[in-house]
């Protein structure tokens, strides 16, 4: 089974295809097929940033109502 990239690795692929379409030399097949590899990554990386603030919410929303008992 192949193990699922993680924030940190799909947001340095992110960053890669930015730095690849920074070149000025890159055909603009290619750098279509970067931009929309990146705003799939983008979009990605912006769910798992909400997922992970909803966590912390519920999460701090716990420990505030134990804290009140």
């Given at each position: 089974?192949?193990?699922?990239?993680?924030?940190?690795?799909?947001?340095?692929?992110?960053?890669?295809?930015?730095?690849?379409m920074d070149q000025d030399e890159?055909?603009?097949?290619?750098?279509?097929?970067?931009?929309?590899?990146?705003?799939?990554?983008s979009q990605l990386l912006n769910?798992?940033?909400?997922?992970?603030?909803?966590?912390?919410?519920?999460?701090?929303?716990?420990?505030?109502?134990?804290?009140?008992?």
């Amino acid at each position: 089974m192949k193990k699922k990239p993680s924030f940190d690795d799909q947001l340095k692929e992110l960053e890669l295809l930015v730095e690849k379409m920074d070149q000025d030399e890159l055909p603009l097949e290619e750098a279509i097929a970067c931009y929309e590899d990146g705003i799939k990554l983008s979009q990605l990386l912006n769910k798992l940033l909400d997922d992970a603030q909803q966590k912390v919410e519920l999460l701090s929303a716990q420990v505030s109502e134990k804290k009140t008992k």
